[in-house]
């Protein structure tokens, strides 16, 4: 496997160091465990990650719906939800965001093995698919 960077984006710290252990046991590398929109979108900038996992209640002015809108839009970084909210209101504001998964806590480790492989299959084939258009169209 190559090494694939996830930023955690979750605001209860013991449950965020908990889904850091899960991913590195999984080979992932973690580099860093963010609670708020605003660090999210610094950390993004930063480290360039190839797959964000983000909670919907976030500390700060953001939630994690807007926050995700605006990392799809300025860093085209895949998004998977990870939260305990599952409600109808919540679920219609998350797909707006075109997210790559949405999965409901408490979660089983192979189910978010399983949805990071196919959120970061479909973002890398979905880019190749971009890039020959616009290669064609040249």
């Known amino acids: 496997m ?6 955690v984006v979750e605001d209860e710290g013991i449950i965020g ?26 950390m993004a900038e930063i480290t360039f990650p190839d797959l964000i996992l983000m909670d919907v209640r976030l500390k ?4 994690g719906v807007e926050t995700a809108e605006k990392i799809r839009k300025n860093f085209d970084i ?3 939800y990870l939260t ?3 409600d109808d209101e919540v679920l ?6 075109e997210p790559y998964g949405y999965i ?10 399983s949805n990071i492989e196919i959120a970061l ?3 890398k084939t979905e880019k190749s698919a971009q890039e020959k258009v616009c290669s064609n169209s040249i």
């Open 104 to 113: 409901v806590k408490p979660f089983k480790a192979d189910d978010l093995r």
């Open 84 to 86: 305990a909210y599952s």
């Open 60 to 63: 700060g002015d953001m939630d």
């Open 2 to 7: 190559e090494d694939v960077k996830i930023l």
């Open 121 to 123: 299959y479909r973002h």
């Open 78 to 80: 895949p998004v998977i």
């Open 92 to 97: 219609e504001k998350a797909k707006k965001t």
């Open 17 to 42: 160091l908990n889904i850091k252990k899960k991913l590195k046991s999984f080979g992932y590398t973690v580099p860093a465990i963010v609670a708020t929109g605003e660090e999210a979108i610094k």
